[in-house]
Structures are given as structure tokens and as C-alpha cells.
């Protein structure tokens, strides 16, 4: 039976970052996933319609990547997909959903405190001087895990903190920790897969942004170039993510 893995990600419409953050991640789940028909799919309907007046080329979303493959013969329990968002929220609904045509879904990148513990373990040797994680957030109730991030960074008595643009953590809490700590330089650095509008507006903006915050605060800031996924670390984990959900399917290519 031939088989297909769709890679789902929220989208961009910045062509560097699509390039430098998401190409490596694609590659890797490739990789992975020898001898599947691979797809690559945006969540983002907004984004899909923005990229596609932009360049005239456009991604297929999740729901038409699946209608797609089936009717070019792929039967649903062959269909396997793999998101790349960072927590369980709306945009991962919308491929949760496909579990009810028997598609295969897997887990976003932080869907546990082992994934959150994994992934401070493995920054810790990347990110020795103090940094500032800068998520979007959610009203879902996976927002928790940006939380539970700033939790063990505390546990594990690090430098880092995070906070979100839209989530229920703002830049208050890293801010007040970083004056305690008579810290007057910190990294910024995306917690995005794709370090594009929001990395470049919300973040580094020279208006409004979480970088003039800090700046107003008396932190000077260096930015972290890219996004998460051009950290070798995040691809890991979403490789091991995709061999999860795959099981025993890999193993027959």
C-alpha cells in the first residue's frame, strides 16, 4: 500500500523564512519518511490567500492535501500527518478533526511535560546567556505550556524566561526577573517555528515591539536570528515526533 505524509504548519508569507526555518524541518521529516509522497500544507486560510497574491503560488491547506491524496488512490489509514505547530490549539484542531476520515494525526511539539523538558534540556547548551523566548500564545488551553516553559526554567535555576504576544503571559514577568537579576543585556529570541511577520514586527519592530519594551526598560537586546525550526534541536524533536506516529509504517518502506 503506498503511503503519504502531509507536514502541516501554520504558513508565512515571508519567502526568507519559509526558506531558512521550515526547508530544513521538511528535509529532515523526509528523511524520516523514506518512500512516503510528501506534502506540505499551511493551516492558515489568511495566510494561504496572502502568499498566493504575494507570488501567485499557492499551498494547499490541510483539508484539500487529503482530499487530494485520496483521490490519487491513497486510502485514509495510509495518509499520515505531521503537524509542526508549537502547542495543541486552534490551528491544531483544525487537523485533529481529520482523525475522524482515519487519518493519522500527530502531536504538536509540546504536548507534554516530557516535550517541555526536553526541549529545555536541550536549549540549555545552546542558549548560555540570558534569553527571552517570545511565543504568539493562545486562548486554548495549551497557552499552559508557555507557562509550564517558564516553570522549569526556574526549576532548573536558568537565565531564560519566556513570554507571548497574545497568550496569557506578556512581557512583565521576564522583564522583572531580568531587573532582578541585574541582567542589562538579553537575547530575544522567537518561539516560532517561522521567525516571519510576527518574529519581525512583534518581536524586533521598531514600534510597539517586545524588543522597544525591553529597550524602554533599560535591557539593551540582541535578536536571535530565525526561527525555531532552523534549531537543530526543535528538528529533532519533531523527528522524533514524526517515528511516533509512524510506528511500525516506517519500517515497511
Known amino acids: 500500500m503506498k503511503k503519504a505524509l502531509i507536514i502541516a504548519t501554520f504558513g508565512s508569507t515571508h519567502e526568507d523564512a519559509l526558506r531558512r526555518d521550515l526547508d530544513p524541518v521538511v528535509e529532515e521529516l523526509k528523511k524520516a519518511a523514506a518512500g512516503f509522497d510528501v506534502r506540505v500544507t499551511f493551516t492558515s486560510r ?4 496572502r502568499y498566493e497574491n504575494k507570488t501567485g503560488m499557492r499551498y494547499a491547506n490541510e483539508v484539500e492535501a487529503v482530499e487530494a491524496l485520496t483521490d490519487e488512490g491513497f486510502e485514509p489509514e495510509a495518509i499520515f500527518l505531521q503537524p ?25 511539539l509540546f504536548h507534554d511535560e516530557e516535550d517541555v523538558a526536553e526541549f529545555v534540556k536541550s536549549l540549555d547548551f545552546r ?23 517558564n516553570s522549569k526554567f526556574r526549576e532548573e535555576k536558568l537565565p531564560h524566561r519566556v513570554c507571548t504576544i497574545e497568550g496569557a503571559i506578556d512581557e512583565k514577568e521576564p522583564l522583572d526577573f531580568m531587573k532582578e537579576k541585574g541582567y542589562t543585556e538579553v537575547q530575544l529570541a522567537p518561539l516560532l517555528l517561522l521567525a516571519g511577520d510576527h518574529a519581525k514586527n512583534d518581536v524586533f519592530g521598531e514600534k510597539g515591539s517586545v524588543k522597544t519594551r ?7 537586546v540582541k535578536p536571535v536570528e530565525g526561527g525555531m525550526g532552523s534549531w537543530d534541536f526543535v528538528r529533532a524533536m519533531y523527528v522524533r515526533k514524526l517515528l511516533q506516529l509512524l510506528g511500525d509504517d516506517v519500517c515497511e518502506n
Do not use: C, N
Not at 489568511?46 to 490567500?49: D, F, H, S, T
Not at 525591553?214 to 539593551?220: L, P, Y
Open 127 to 149: 542558549f548560555q546567556v540570558p534569553t527571552v523566548f517570545v511565543g504568539h500564545g493562545s486562548d486554548a488551553p495549551a497557552d499552559k505550556y508557555y507557562g509550564d516553559l
Open 214 to 220: 525591553f529597550e524602554q526598560a533599560g535591557i539593551s
Open 84 to 108: 509542526l505547530h508549537l502547542i495543541e490549539g486552534f490551528e491544531y484542531a483544525k487537523l485533529s478533526r481529520l482523525k475522524e476520515r482515519g487519518i493519522h494525526v500527530g502531536e504538536a
Open 46 to 49: 489568511m495566510v494561504i490567500r
